[in-house]
């Protein structure tokens, strides 16, 4: 059973290979756990969550494209995931579980289809232990 003291932990885990930031957080953008490598560069959880949830709800609510390449379909035309460039490297981030999704930061090295498969396997994770947790309830 996942508690909430191990959100940050098993993010943590998922900070390595040029992945610098992991965060989970609700649909609304309010940040439930986050992991940053020390002496990354400078990033504001709280903010990146909050943007990068809109813009998952923005293309959610407008649907996708079929041919934008940033967004992956999921079974059922449901949007399945997003790879973003920044300024300084990628974004990665996709659903956790029914309400959740998680986001990875990583470095201007990493390629976003490897960036794009560790976000679904951490979401993938994350969204089972949440649903037990549901049922738990």
């Given at each position: 059973m996942l508690r909430a003291r191990q959100i940050p932990v098993l993010l943590?885990?998922?900070n390595k290979d040029g992945v610098y930031a992991t965060m989970l957080l609700s649909m609304n953008g309010a940040l439930l756990g986050s992991s940053v490598l020390e002496g990354s560069p400078p990033i504001s959880t709280k903010v990146v969550s909050a943007?990068?949830?809109n813009i998952w709800c923005?293309?959610?609510q407008a649907g996708v494209d079929q041919d934008a390449p940033q967004a992956v379909l999921a079974?059922?035309?449901r949007l399945g995931g997003l790879v973003f460039e920044l300024?300084?490297?990628w974004a990665a981030m996709g659903p956790a579980g029914e309400g959740y999704l998680v986001c990875l930061v990583a470095?201007?090295?990493v390629a976003p289809a490897s960036?794009?498969?560790r976000a679904r396997m951490v979401g993938k994770q994350i969204g089972d232990q949440l649903e037990q947790l549901?049922?738990?309830?």
């Open positions: 943590g885990q998922m943007i990068l949830s923005g293309y959610s079974s059922g035309g300024e300084q490297g470095q201007e090295g960036l794009r498969q549901e049922l738990a309830m």
